[in-house]
T-cell receptor, first 110, second 116 residues
Framework: AQSVTQLDSHVSVSEGTPVLLRCNYSSSYSPSLFWYVQHPNKGLQLLLK??????LVKGINGFEAEFKKSETSFHLTKPSAHMSDAAEYFC????????FGTGTRLQVFP | EAGVAQSPRYKIIEKRQSVAFWCNPISGHATLYWYQQILGQGPKLLIQFQNNGVVDDSQLPKDRFSAERLKGVDSTLKIQPAKLEDSAVYLC??????????????FGPGTRLTVL
């Protein structure tokens, strides 16, 4: 069965500290994986995507994610959080359709 | 370029009433998607159109939900009659093609539906 699990429903960090949002996946095939961000009252925006090329994927706004097949993980990181990063983040698996995780709400404190 | 447009942004109705949502995709995008996002969950695909044909409607509750994309451009999603559990944000997205692993979907701001 194809699925994604976001391990944390909420993550809180201080501005300027690193961000780690965790995602595990289950897939029978070589997966394509995405991270989307959703700001309040705005549409989902693609941060980055992995499609079996380089395992370290760089996205917009300083985010990056590393695909680890041995751990079936695709964690999202950023070296230094900014207040504007506060939003909901979704890990997404591309199967015959996009399968979204339940989301991680990132709070950034000044 | 203009993004995906949706209207209305908010809608409140009584149960058993009907409601319709409208979506205008990015110009030139052949594929259009409707998603349902219930509070605290990730979006779930309801229906996918390729031009004006349905590609996937396996998760659309067809006894009460319908959708059309008659001219292969904009689309409407209708619920009739609405139930309390239909309260959600309805998201429209579009993409140039149907390559799941390579084609980026662009999302509209959504319509927040509250059924009382």
């Amino acid at each position: 069965a194809q699925s994604v699990t976001q391990l944390d429903s909420h993550v809180s960090v201080s501005e300027g500290t690193p961000v780690l949002l965790r995602c595990n996946y289950s897939s029978s095939y070589s997966p394509s994986l995405f991270w989307y961000v959703q700001h309040p009252n705005k549409g989902l925006q693609l941060l980055l995507k992995y499609t079996s090329a380089a395992t370290l994927v760089k996205g917009i706004n300083g985010f990056e994610a590393e695909f680890k097949k041995s751990e079936t993980s695709f964690h999202l990181t950023k070296p230094s959080a900014h207040m504007s990063d506060a939003a909901e983040y979704f890990c997404v698996l591309a199967a015959d359709k996009l399968i979204f995780g339940t989301g991680t709400r990132l709070q950034v404190f000044p | 370029e203009a993004g995906v447009a949706q209207s209305p942004r908010y809608k409140i109705i009584e149960k058993r009433q009907s409601v319709a949502f409208w979506c205008n995709p990015i110009s030139g995008h052949a594929t259009l998607y409707w998603y349902q996002q219930i509070l605290g969950q990730g979006p779930k695909l309801l229906i996918q159109f390729q031009n004006n044909g349905v590609v996937d409607d396996s998760q659309l509750p067809k006894d009460r939900f319908s959708a059309e994309r008659l001219k292969g451009v904009d689309s409407t999603l209708k619920i009739q009659p609405a139930k309390l559990e239909d309260s959600a944000v309805y998201l429209c997205a579009s993409s140039q093609r149907t390559g799941w692993d390579t084609d980026t979907q662009y999302f509209g701001p959504g319509t927040r539906l509250t059924v009382l």
